[in-house]
């Protein structure tokens, strides 16, 4: 099954803690995103790529959130310091250029801050 | 800026009675319009898409229809399975714009019960 691949699946952090969320997106995908979600905030975009170059990343998360993508099959998204509120599941995805297909996502990774 | 609302956080609802779950969005565009499906513990996938103004789209069982006259994408199951259970997400993407990304509503937590 070549989908969406994100490690770890659940990381436990304490507060100030450096942490690194991996993820290979689909084969030959040229769109990446990195997402929080959360039951209230649903889906929160936090970082868009395309082909390797950084579109967009969520203004509000800019200070402590970092999506890196050092090669097309191979992203990192990096909090530096972690705080209790940024416990949530993030969501890796990808999908072709073109507004009219389909995102495929990963299992997430759900982050605990304690 | 383009936005998707669904306006019910939960829906809770007897096995065998039908549902609707709202969508509705704000564009100035003509959009392409998608219904996700996240069960627990699982990635959010596809279940159905549209661009087509009034015309029914089917997949497993759930159906929807794009009415740009009301900017509605509602989601509908004549008779809901346990199996039903998840979060339904609505999203609005630009077909006509390569250089865009699909915005996606809050979402809806289905919970059928028996």
């Known amino acids: 099954d070549a989908g969406v691949t994100q490690t770890p699946r659940h990381e436990v952090a304490e507060k100030g803690q450096t942490i690194i969320l991996k993820c290979e997106p689909v084969s030959g995908h040229n769109d990446l995103f990195w997402y929080r979600q959360t039951k209230i905030q649903g889906l929160e975009l936090l970082s868009y790529f395309r082909s390797k170059s950084l579109m967009e990343d969520g203004g509000a998360f800019k200070d402590r959130f970092k999506a890196e993508m050092l090669n097309s099959s191979f992203s990192t998204l990096k909090i530096q310091p972690t705080e209790p509120k940024d416990s949530a599941v993030y969501l890796c995805?990808?999908?072709?250029?073109?507004?009219?297909?389909?995102?495929?996502f990963g299992k997430g990774t759900r982050l605990t801050v304690v | 800026g383009d936005s998707v609302t669904q306006t019910e956080g939960l829906v809770t609802l007897t096995k065998g009675l039908p549902v609707m779950l709202n969508c509705t969005y704000q564009?100035?565009?003509?959009?392409?319009l998608f219904w996700y499906v996240q069960h627990l513990n699982e990635a959010p996938k596809l279940l159905l898409k549209s661009s087509t103004d009034n015309k029914r789209t089917e997949h497993q069982g759930f159906y929807a229809t794009l009415h740009k006259s009301s900017s509605s994408f509602h989601l509908q199951k004549s008779s809901v399975q346990l199996s039903d259970s998840a979060l339904y997400f609505c999203a609005l993407s630009d077909p006509a714009n390569s250089g865009t990304y699909q915005r996606f509503g809050t979402g809806t937590k289905l919970q059928v019960v028996p």
């Open positions: 995805a990808s999908s072709l250029t073109g507004g009219n297909t389909e995102v495929f």
């Open positions: 564009t100035t565009y003509s959009p392409f």
